[in-house]
Nanobody, 124 residues
Framework: QVQLVESGGGLVQAGGSLRLSCANSGGTFSGYNLGWFRQTPGKEREFAAAISWSSGITNYADSVKGRFTISRDNAKNSVYLQMNNLKPDDTAVYYC?????????????????WGQGTQVTVSS
């Protein structure tokens, strides 16, 4: 069973950093490809980053490339999103997601399991 729980959101000034964490309270992440998405009110949920279970290869949206880093710790059944040089446009609710079939997919409809989200607010 997969039950995703995000943490680490908060309020930060522009140029600052945050690290989001996502754990599977239902058990292991073994075999799951993991992604981070984000959503602001009135907008579609958008892809931020993903990491493949089999290869560990990552994928990033152009808007976060070079600033965000996705990583996973299989021993801790956790995935992380390190966010550096944050901008006000990064303000959103960030969601962790998991799936087994589509590698480091950028498409939200290919993810089967979702966390409840954690708010990130970047002030200018």
């Amino acid at each position: 069973q997969v039950q995703l729980v995000e943490s680490g959101g908060g309020l930060v000034q522009a140029g600052g950093s945050l690290r989001l964490s996502c754990a599977n309270s239902g058990g292991t992440f073994s075999g799951y490809n993991l992604g981070w998405f984000r959503q602001t009110p009135g907008k579609e949920r958008e892809f931020a980053a993903a990491i493949s279970w089999s290869s560990g290869i990552t994928n990033y949206a152009d808007s976060v490339k070079g600033r965000f880093t996705i990583s996973r710790d299989n021993a801790k059944n956790s995935v992380y999103l390190q966010m550096n040089n944050l901008k006000p446009d990064d303000t959103a609710v960030y969601y962790c997601a998991a799936q087994t079939r589509w590698g480091r997919s950028i498409w939200q409809y290919e993810y089967d399991f979702w966390g409840q989200g954690t708010q990130v607010t970047v002030s200018s």
